[in-house]
């Protein structure tokens, strides 16, 4: 019996051998677990960086300033400097009869900017030609001119340029209207 118990563990410890050899061995995982490790490492601090970056976007475009709301209804308006002008009355109203038969008077003030005393003299000196310049201008107009509400506005750009054009020593700035009259 001792010799049977021999054999059979010497027969068992065969079989083993061989099943061993007939099954690969277990490696564990597929990974070594330092891969693993340094894999974490670098998927957190990418996530951080990912995080930090999303933080400081929401954050500039979110922030409000000290000064309250932002948007256009409720920023300060910015002051634009003033242009004080001088003015030189042209004392006879404008008469004058348009193409369809009507009337107009006008009487009008000139606006130059207040340092230059070069253009108050040169515009004293074409008063003559400024009346003729207004007068011919209004002799051309109909008074389907004046219906709308920009017809003075239209009518002050152009005479503008008609008599900044005769000008050399400056300009006028702005005609005033004092008076307004379509008869």
């Given at each position: 019996?001792?010799?049977e118990k021999k054999k059979n563990i010497a027969t068992i410890e065969e079989e083993q051998e061989e099943e061993s050899i007939a099954q690969p061995q277990k490696k564990g995982t597929f990974l070594s677990p330092f891969i693993i490790k340094?894999?974490?490492?670098?998927?957190g601090v990418i996530g951080v960086i990912i995080i930090s970056v999303l933080t400081v976007l929401i954050m500039t475009r979110c922030a409000i300033p000290s000064g309250g709301a932002t948007g256009p209804d409720t920023e300060t308006p910015k002051r634009i400097k003033k242009i004080h002008l001088e003015y030189l009355k042209i004392d006879d109203p404008f008469r004058q009869q348009l193409i369809d038969g009507r009337m107009i008077q006008l009487k009008l003030s000139l606006g130059y900017k207040s340092k230059d005393k070069?253009?108050?003299?040169?515009l004293t000196q074409v008063i003559p030609e400024i009346r003729d310049i207004i007068i011919k201008h209004l002799s051309r107009l109909k008074s389907d001119y004046f219906q709308d509400e920009h017809a003075l506005d239209r009518l002050e750009e152009d005479l503008l340029k008609q008599i900044n054009r005769i000008l050399n020593e400056g300009k006028v700035e702005k005609i005033f209207f004092l008076e307004y009259t379509l008869m």
């Open positions: 019996m001792g010799d340094i894999l974490s490492l670098v998927a070069k253009v108050q003299q040169e």
